[in-house]
């Protein structure tokens, strides 16, 4: 598509439940990276897709956290047993590669109750 | 550890006057540096790069620079417009996987 897409826009869960947030790339792009924005604060780096190259999970913020990605194209952020601190809004960003400026969607609002 | 940070949280300016909204950063070995703007429920959205061999770079309306020996970075709007209005990230290409480290961030506002 023309831009990055993610879905759902916004999601409310109850706490301990599993989400999934999806974010589909420009296509063509091989990176592909996933961001965390909590409320009036900068962006936390969760993790990077090179390819269909895995991941280094190390900026992952605790192992209830998980990603993929299929086919180097449409990624996939998994949080299992979702906790209140895990409200924020998750972006996905996709570049043409490592020092190329990210496009970035417009984000997953999580809210955990 | 690595950080990107912004001398002020907040700018406030009239409508027509130029901004100038700064940023320190910490990784001397980072090559690539981005300006971005977030509007409100927006992602953020690329403004100007510029890599390290360069200490100066221009776009529409917006001007970078990029002092090396003291690690710092500007980003100058001139003619300030309330479409500017927004909040605006430096990042740096120095984490530990290539990727961008982003600042808290500076909110612009425009005054009519």
């Known amino acids: 598509g023309a831009g990055v897409s993610q879905s759902p826009s916004n999601k409310v869960t109850e706490k301990g439940k599993d989400v999934e947030l999806r974010c589909d790339p420009i296509?063509?792009?091989?990176?592909l990276y996933w961001y965390r924005q909590s409320l009036g604060q900068g962006l936390e780096f969760l993790i990077y897709f090179q390819g269909n190259s895995a991941p280094d999970k190390s900026g992952l913020p605790s192992d209830r956290f998980s990603a993929e990605r299929t086919g180097g194209s449409v990624s996939t952020l998994t949080i299992q047993r979702t906790q209140q601190e895990d409200s924020a809004v998750y972006l996905c960003?996709?570049?043409?590669?490592?020092?190329?400026?990210?496009?970035f969607g417009s984000g997953t609002r999580l809210t955990v109750v | 550890g690595e950080s990107v940070g912004l001398h002020l949280p907040t700018l406030s300016v009239q409508e027509g006057d130029n901004s100038i909204i700064n940023c320190a950063y910490s990784?001397?070995?980072?090559?690539?540096f981005i300006w971005y703007k977030q509007e409100s429920g927006k992602g953020p959205q690329f403004i100007i790069d510029?890599?390290?061999?360069?200490d100066k770079r221009q776009g529409q309306r917006v001007t970078v620079l990029l002092n090396k020996t003291v690690k710092h970075l500007s980003l100058q709007i001139a003619a300030t417009q309330p479409g500017d209005s927004a909040v605006y990230f430096c990042?740096?290409?120095?984490?530990?996987?290539?990727?961008?480290?982003f600042g808290k961030g500076t909110k612009l506002s425009v005054k009519p």
């Open positions: 296509s063509g792009h091989t990176a």
């Open positions: 990784n001397s070995a980072s090559d690539y």
């Open positions: 990042a740096e290409a120095g984490g530990s996987q290539g990727n961008l480290i």
């Open positions: 510029i890599r390290s061999n360069m």
């Open positions: 960003a996709s570049s043409p590669g490592l020092l190329y400026g990210y496009t």
